[in-house]
């Protein structure tokens, strides 16, 4: 379900297109709905892996990303704040989620939870409705229209029309994966290029510790339900912390330096992970989730106020769609991945070890990448030479003859000719005698 929720997001980005972000939420909301609710009736696992994982997961896809897009429409000056409350939601159903399944798993079963969870999912399309429509946001060129021009300007030849329709056919393919999945963006952005490449690698090891940590505990000793606990505890603290990072990262200090703040808490985190693995006492694994819920806050809420930093909103849509698919890739195979460590090593707190070091990596990775890129900018600006106004002191249209302003006294055309730039720009000097002419005119 996680990586359908990522990868849906150029399937996304083309209903944002077309359709705009509240029907496209409303639309997720829907999925999502009925994908629990089919779930309640699926007979295998199979059918659950098609059920809750798919149809759900691309239904959340469609009603978060197209949420997150929305919020670069709505707010400018506070967005970071915004993109912080937005994120709490979050944060609130780590919490809840967990406490609120296993009651219902145990008073009513799971068929009927998922019947419940169905009937909460459908609110999304409630949520949708209340949207405020962002008018003239996206204005692209729809595929349809594309292929329309392509093959439009086609020869009768069979031999030429068969290639001009392979040629009409790339190009359409080309512009499609320019629009929606913004590889134009990605080759000529680097800013861009080295924050979707730095996240893609930190995802590996950022979801290692939520799916590993409750087995973890219970492997050494805690109980059941104190290790559900510590998902909930990490849940908690980031209802508050969010709202508290995105004030921070609002401020004036972290304009334009808000990647370098994003860095240090993926560094933050992924030396968290250390802690988890010297000991697996439940005070320290309290301890840990203290320290990860921190720094999991503050990843939480500039995950994607830096891409709107980084990316020009008009094209945040399809940007978000790359994004997100690439994370898709490492959420899916990172657990298996540790999942196969741990059957090789026999040992949970090897899993924390990778975890640590793909999070440290890629905040080493981002870090410097955009230090090295700003003061690349910074010298180009400096060796750039100043740019020359070449029409500054010169005129383009220069009378060959004085003309006299019309219905103007003597006085003002003779001053207007003798101090007018026209005269200079002719090629000649003041002569004494031509001054005494016009006083002598004027006088007359």
């Given at each position: ?87 709490t ?41 209340v949207?405020?429509?962002?008018p003239?946001?996206l ?43 913004a ?8 800013g ?32 059941e ?96 769609g ?37 999070m ?85």
């Amino acid at each position: 379900m996680t990586a359908v929720l990522h990868a849906g997001g150029p399937l996304c980005s083309i209903l944002v297109d077309r359709f705009g972000c509240r029907v496209t939420v409303m639309v997720g909301g829907l999925l999502s709905g009925v994908g629990m609710v089919a779930s309640a009736f699926s007979n295998s696992l199979s059918e659950l892996y098609l059920t809750a994982g798919f149809i759900t997961g691309l239904g959340s896809s469609f009603s978060f990303q197209a949420g997150v897009t929305v919020l670069g429409y709505y707010f400018i000056q506070r967005r970071a704040l915004a993109n912080a409350l937005a994120s709490t939601g979050i944060s609130i159903g780590m919490t809840l989620w967990p406490l609120i399944s296993q009651n219902l798993l145990d008073e009513m079963g799971w068929r009927n939870t998922f019947l419940i969870f169905g009937g909460v999912l459908l609110n999304c399309c409630v949520c949708g409705a209340v949207m405020r429509p962002v008018p003239g946001k996206l204005s692209a060129l729809s595929l349809k229209s594309c292929s329309e021009q392509s093959a439009g300007g086609m020869p009768n030849g069979n031999t030429s029309h068969h290639k001009e329709q392979c040629q009409s056919r790339f190009t359409v393919c080309s512009q499609t994966l320019k629009k929606y999945l913004a590889f134009d963006v990605f080759c000529k952005n680097k800013g861009y290029q080295i924050y979707t490449l730095g996240v893609t690698w930190m995802v590996m090891g950022f979801v290692l510790p939520l799916v590993y940590l409750v087995p973890y505990a219970i492997l050494n000793g805690v109980e059941e339900q104190k290790a559900a606990l510590l998902i909930s505890i990490i849940g908690f603290i980031n209802i508050f912390m969010r709202p508290i990072a995105g004030l921070l990262s609002g401020l004036s200090v972290f304009t334009g330096r808000r990647i370098y703040l994003f860095s240090s808490a993926v560094m933050l985190n992924g030396l968290s992970n250390l802690i988890c693995a010297v000991s697996a006492e439940y005070r320290i694994l309290v301890l840990y989730c203290s320290v990860y819920s921190v720094s999991m806050s503050v990843i939480g809420a500039l995950l994607f106020q830096v891409l709107m930093d980084v990316v020009e909103m008009d094209r945040f849509s399809s940007a978000l769609g790359l994004f997100t698919i690439l994370e898709s890739i490492t959420i899916l195979i990172g657990p298996p991945l540790a999942g196969l460590l741990v059957d090789v090593t026999g040992h949970f707190s090897y899993v924390f070890y990778a975890s640590s070091f793909f999070m440290v990596t890629a905040s080493l990775f981002m870090g410097l990448s955009f230090c090295m890129l700003e003061a690349k900018n910074k010298r180009k600006e400096v060796n750039k030479p100043l740019s020359e106004d070449l029409s500054k002191g010169k005129y383009t249209e220069v009378p060959t003859e004085f003309v006299p302003v019309k219905n103007s006294p003597p006085e003002v055309i003779a001053t207007l000719y003798t101090f007018s730039p026209f005269r200079y720009a002719q090629g000649f000097a003041p002569k004494r005698q031509h001054w005494m002419g016009v006083f002598m005119r004027t006088l007359a």
